[in-house]
């Protein structure tokens, strides 16, 4: 099922392809009243538009109300609609008939059923008794309490659904199997998968990437595949074997048409035996069948429990992988975690080796890649078994290189946000700010892009290192505060010499983001610095001049106090500063952030 992705196809164009099928128009059928109380009372559109801005996600999704059959089809014959949702109650006489109209006419559109209330009766497939209507006719059955995540998830349900045969043959995305029959249990369990799938899918999200390809990672996450019996369980885990993240199972569920007390047992027994390195999770409303998963090994989480979202929450973390990696000894001793890439990179270089083996042999770091859309990077990663290797150092190093590799490959181009508290070091081009580059940083973000698309002019030139130094820019946004906040508007207007204009400057202060951001570059950062200012209007053929700005140099770490930024004396640095800079103006940009 899964492809491998083409080396050099670059990593965010093949994430431009994925979650293409989206629900954008959504058919409501319902009384009058029920739909005013999901609009009113509920305040669903606000609740949606919210929850997608919040996902950094354009176009959520319409809901159009109709009140009948006749309505439905109607609608339906004028417009396009990716989601059914029919609320019924229970003396609701022609919701059968309904469902069956629209099934007939468009048989491949999900129809979801929502009910208010479930009787004490439910049918053999879980479903509630409550409202009459052909199983045949109906995707799926939700309990409809107000709570307006249970139709967010569903929304997101069916997306996951329409995309997940795509985007995992395409680019190897991971699949969660969720299986629950009941519609109680359902509706309380899938928006808190759905939660915290996003929000650990936000956590993990690559550190220091640009914003753009934060949200097209986005579109990397993990699908949440939920069945309802044995057969669609198994038909899912033969079809998506090779891109199962982790399975989360009820214990009773449908099995050859009848209610199967011990089902989710049987499924994820076979599951283990075949892919020792899944992890499973069984949910029960029964304490007492913590015990068996035990024997499976599985983690359990009680349905009726009042921790079982934060319970969920821990499976995320540390069994899936979204969490820090934590490196364990085989004793289960803690002995560091690493956050991100850069971090895991730096732990390979003082791991124990028996550490090392432990976690290779449960394919601890492929699923902790896995987790962070990192798919090609962890299939590199995941035939490096440890246990299974004679050296182990030298696996060790293998694994620190590939990583390596890829922090590079990932990088290689891009501006990337500046995040002191995210630093990788190896990066190429930094920005602090959301405005322009300027004349001057547009010309070497453009360079260095087209450096690293023609990587045969190196191969041209093998002794000859052609590259782009490491650049930080502070973006003309950040300019703006700067003199917003110290009111220096009215240095444009005055006819006033340079050095005056210096002194204005130098006697301000730097925006207190923008003075931390620069500590914290210089604490990491300690070769020679060239600073250079720049213009808007550098690349403007009108303006001949613009951006002749004096560039200053830095010899070194040796050149800067050890006590800078803690009351040292300004005359007393300044004058020794001067005598390395270029000219006896060096002091003009550092001065705000060091005096």
Known sequence: MNKTIDKD????????????????NILLVSRQ?????????????????????GLNLSHPPRLHWVSNTRKALNA???????????????????????????????????????????????????????VNIDASSINQTFLWTGNT???????????????????????GIRVILFVEDSAEYRSAILPILYKELVLQTQAVMEEGLNEEHRLLAMRARPKILMVE?????MTAYEKFKDNILGVISDVQFPKAGRLEKDAGLGLLKKIKSERFDIPLLLTSSESRNGAFAERIPARFVDKNSPTMPSDIRRYFKADLGFGDFVFQMPDGRQIG?????????????????????FHSRRNDFSRWLFARAEIELASKVRPLRGADAADTKHHIARLADIIHQRRMQRQ????????????????????????????????????????????????????????????????ADEFERFVEMNQLHDLSKQDLDDETIADRC????????????????????????????????????????????NTYIFQGQKHFPKEWGTGLKKKKWLSSFRSWSVNAMGDTIIRPLLA
């Not at 009243?33 to 801005?53: N, Q, T």
């Not at 975690?337 to 083996?357: G, N, P, Y």
């Not at 453009?446 to 290192?465: C, D, G, I, S």
């Open 9 to 24: 196809d670059p990593r965010f164009k093949v994430f431009h392809d994925l979650m293409l099928n989206k629900v954008r």
């Open 33 to 53: 009243y029920d739909a005013w109380i999901m609009e009113e009372d509920c305040r669903l559109s606000e609740k949606i538009v919210s929850e997608y801005r």
């Open 76 to 130: 339906l014959a004028k417009r396009p609609f990716e989601l059914v949702i029919i609320i019924a109650r229970k003396t609701d006489t022609d919701i059968e008939k309904i469902a069956a109209a629209i099934k007939a006419g468009y048989p491949s559109l999900p129809v979801i059923l929502m009910v208010h209330q479930l009787d004490a009766g439910v049918d053999a497939g879980g479903e509630p008794a409550s």
């Open 149 to 171: 995540e249970v139709l967010l998830a569903l929304i997101k349900g069916t997306e996951d659904r329409m995309n997940v045969d795509q985007d995992a043959d395409l680019a």
């Open 229 to 233: 019996t044995f057969e669609e369980a």
């Open 337 to 357: 975690t690493a956050k991100h890439l850069w971090d895991l990179e730096k732990q390979l270089d003082r791991i124990a080796e028996e550490s090392f083996v």
């Open 412 to 475: 290689r181009g891009l501006v990337l946000d500046f995040d002191s508290k995210n630093l990788d070091v190896d990066t190429e081009f930094y920005k602090f700010g959301s405005g322009s580059l300027g004349g001057k940083a547009r010309g070497l973000a453009f360079m260095n892009m087209l450096l690293n698309q023609h990587t045969n002019l190196q191969a041209k030139y093998p002794h000859v290192r052609i590259r782009i130094p490491q650049t930080m820019v502070i973006t």
């Open 506 to 549: 130098m006697t301000a202060e730097l925006p207190s983001l923008l003075m931390a951001a620069l500590k914290g570059y210089l604490m990491h950062f300690h070769y020679p610095l060239a600073v250079r200012s720049s213009s808007l209007l550098e690349d403007a053929q009108y303006r001949a001049y613009a951006g002749l700005y």
